[in-house]
T-cell receptor, first 116, second 115 residues
Framework: AQKITQTQPGMFVQEKEAVTLDCTYDTSDQSYGLFWYKQPSSGEMIFLIY??????QNATEGRYSLNFQKARKSANLVISASQLGDSAMYFC?????????????FGSGTKLNVKP | NAGVMQNPRHLVRRRGQEARLRCSPMKGHSHVYWYRQLPEEGLKFMVY????????ESGMPKERFSAEFPKEGPSILRIQQVVRGDSAAYFCASSQTSQLNYGYTFGSGTRLTVV
């Protein structure tokens, strides 16, 4: 089974609107971390936000927030007030706390296009 | 404070040649990870190294691929006798801890094209 599933290959959003990028995960570990990375066309991987499995509050970092629904095993990224510079690939990733904790498992990504 | 430096950014090799990819971790980071990104896919773990030690190579192909992180100098990912299927982006990441909540810093990647 896939560890991380991103079902939206591509998304469009109007500038200044909010957008949600979906991510579901699969693990039997109780302790794990969920991450989102941004990959612009230049290719580098930029860390955006982290959510721990024991965190009760949803993580927020500026315009990024993570909608964490543990029972549904989902960790959706919400970008508020989209900007043209947000156009990029977005990857959801997970590290498991007990086994394989040194590995990131990445989803296949969502390409976000922000329209002016 | 330089980030993770990878070179070259782009590498073209003919089938059968060797490819050497270099990664200099961030200052103070002693953990290095290599990932491969095939076109239209997410990154896949290859290997995790600490200075002079391979800790986890469960994602490395059994043949032709090797990695090292010597006491001095960058980490090297070496691919011998490259084939077309090795064409991909190879990313290196580094960290100073393996703590779970730590988002590793990735380099900009090396894009390998095998012709």
């Amino acid at each position: 089974a896939q560890k991380i599933t991103q079902t939206q290959p591509g998304m469009f959003v109007q500038e200044k609107e909010a957008v949600t990028l979906d991510c579901t995960y699969d693990t039997s570990d109780q302790s794990y971390g969920l991450f989102w990375y941004k990959q612009p066309s230049s290719g580098e991987m930029i860390f955006l936000i982290y959510q721990g499995s024991y965190d009760e509050q949803n993580a927020t970092e500026g315009r990024y927030s993570l909608n964490f629904q543990k029972a549904r095993k989902s960790a959706n990224l919400v970008i508020s007030a989209s900007q043209l510079g947000d156009s990029a690939m977005y990857f959801c990733a997970m590290r498991e706390g007990r086994v394989n904790f040194n590995k990131f498992y990445f989803g296949s990504g969502t390409k976000l296009n922000v329209k002016p | 404070n330089a980030g993770v430096m990878q070179n070259p950014r782009h590498l073209v090799r003919r089938r059968g040649q060797e490819a050497r990819l270099r990664c200099s971790p961030m200052k103070g980071h002693s953990h290095v990870y290599w990932y491969r990104q095939l076109p239209e896919e997410g990154l896949k773990f290859m290997v995790y190294l600490q200075k002079e030690n391979i800790i986890d190579e469960s994602g490395m192909p059994k043949e032709r691929f090797s990695a090292e992180f010597p006491k001095e100098g960058p980490s090297i990912l070496r691919i011998q006798q490259v084939v077309r299927g090795d064409s991909a982006a190879y990313f290196c990441a580094s960290s100073q801890t393996s703590q779970l909540n730590y988002g590793y810093t990735f380099g900009s990647g090396t894009r390998l094209t095998v012709v």
